[in-house]
């Protein structure tokens, strides 16, 4: 019976969702199959200021670590030697304690299904050392793991072509944001232009925040980006050096509803991101009917259908900007598309069923 079904849910913040994608990924999951599978979830107790032991279908663990830096390896192999007590099936979401995965292969019939994220040792925060050992890592997940898992075509091709292992493609569901109107009070806090194009994420290099605002700095079009620009000197320099009468540099917003208002009411979605696989983000806006203009790289090709509108640099983005200004009828066929792929590919229905087939 599938009702007897034990998942341990390992490598994420936790749940309720309030960290990133793989903790809505979860939440997600919990609730379309919480009701045929028993669920135990792994939270960070450094992330929650109350410890209930239940959410919506899940049973709640707490350690006293936190999930992402250092700490998460041992806060995921940690969670890994817990659930061999109970679960008949681990599902790790990401790769930073895969080293204890031979083990437990070994020693244990535990299904183990791994989702590896994106090309974490790509990307450009962490030092030599710290992509020696994630590349290192992914490569024992994959080679240890009864089923990967992956995001993106182009994570697919990449564990097809470096360990000659055929993976699982499911991506993220978008359909818990909506379109929503923007009220006047958040006009006034953010105090936002009448129209404006928006972009929201991490303060990073790779996510070519510097490239897009050298763009908008030449263009009259309005930007308004939100994000943790106080967490790094990247961030820093640029709030410092674009304080321009178009661009609107907000600091991170915890008030989902409030930046889904402000997002949902933008003329034009910016996405940045040139590492990794599919970024929740993009799905969410493609899932809001939004037009996109993307950086062009792969992974967000593969995750548009080659039908947003793309830029490689400043050049491309100024010159996106100027064709849409002289041909608003783009924008409108490009959200159109956006939408169509969104209906096919981002419910979470769609993705809760595909993780299911892996459960049993």
């Given at each position: 019976m599938l009702k007897n079904k034990k998942i341990a849910v390992i490598g994420t913040v936790g749940i309720p969702a309030k960290y990133g994608g793989f903790e809505t990924l979860v939440e997600n999951l919990v609730d379309n199959l919480g009701g045929g599978f028993d669920f135990t979830v792994y939270c960070s107790k450094k992330s929650y200021d109350t410890y209930p032991k239940k959410h919506i279908n899940a049973k709640l663990v707490y350690l006293p670590f936190k999930a992402n830096g250092i700490s998460s390896i041992l806060y995921d192999v940690l969670s890994v030697l817990h659930s061999l007590l109970y679960a008949?099936?681990?599902?790790?979401?990401?790769?930073?304690?895969?080293?204890?995965?031979?083990?437990?292969?070994?020693?244990?019939?535990?299904?183990?299904?791994?989702?590896?994220?994106?090309?974490?040792?790509?990307?450009?925060?962490?030092?030599?050392?710290?992509?020696?050992?994630?590349?290192?890592?992914?490569?024992?997940?994959?080679?240890?793991?009864?089923?990967?898992?992956?995001?993106?075509?182009?994570?697919?091709?990449?564990?097809?072509?470096?360990?000659?292992?055929?993976?699982?493609?499911?991506?993220?569901?978008?359909?818990?944001?909506?379109?929503?109107g923007l009220k006047q009070e958040t006009i006034d806090k953010y105090n936002l232009p009448k129209t404006f194009a928006f972009k929201v994420c991490r303060i990073e290099p790779e996510n070519n925040i510097h490239l897009i605002l050298e763009a908008f700095s030449e263009s009259k079009t309005n930007l308004v980006i939100v994000g943790n620009w106080n967490n790094n000197e990247y961030g820093k320099n640029l709030k410092k050096n674009y304080n321009k009468k178009n661009i609107h540099l907000l600091d991170p917003i915890y008030n989902q509803?409030?930046?889904?208002?402000?997002?949902?009411?933008?003329?034009?979605?910016?996405?940045?991101?040139?590492?990794?696989?599919?970024?929740?983000?993009?799905?969410?806006?493609?899932?809001?009917?939004?037009?996109?203009?993307?950086?062009?790289?792969?992974?967000?090709?593969?995750?548009?259908?080659?039908?947003?509108?793309?830029?490689?640099?400043?050049?491309?983005?100024?010159a996106n900007l100027k064709l849409i200004s002289e041909n608003p009828n783009i924008l409108k066929y490009n959200s159109t598309k956006m939408k169509e792929i969104?209906?096919?590919?981002?419910?979470?229905?769609?993705?809760?069923?595909?993780?299911k087939k892996l459960f049993v």
């Open positions: 008949d099936v681990i599902l790790v979401l990401g790769v930073s304690g895969a080293f204890v995965l031979p083990f437990v292969k070994l020693l244990t019939k535990k299904k183990i299904i791994t989702n590896i994220d994106g090309l974490e040792w790509k990307r450009d925060k962490w030092g030599s050392l710290a992509k020696k050992y994630l590349k290192k890592q992914e490569e024992i997940a994959v080679k240890y793991s009864h089923h990967v898992v992956v995001d993106n075509e182009g994570i697919r091709e990449h564990v097809t072509f470096s360990y000659s292992k055929s993976s699982h493609l499911i991506s993220y569901g978008g359909d818990h944001v909506f379109n929503v509803d409030q930046l889904n208002e402000i997002r949902s009411n933008c003329f034009l979605y910016i996405h940045g991101h040139s590492a990794g696989g599919t970024n929740p983000s993009l799905v969410e806006a493609m899932c809001l009917g939004l037009p996109i203009l993307a950086f062009n790289v792969s992974y967000n090709k593969f995750t548009t259908h080659n039908e947003a509108l793309y830029f490689q640099n400043k050049e491309e983005l100024v969104s209906l096919k590919e981002y419910k979470w229905h769609i993705i809760s069923d595909k993780y």
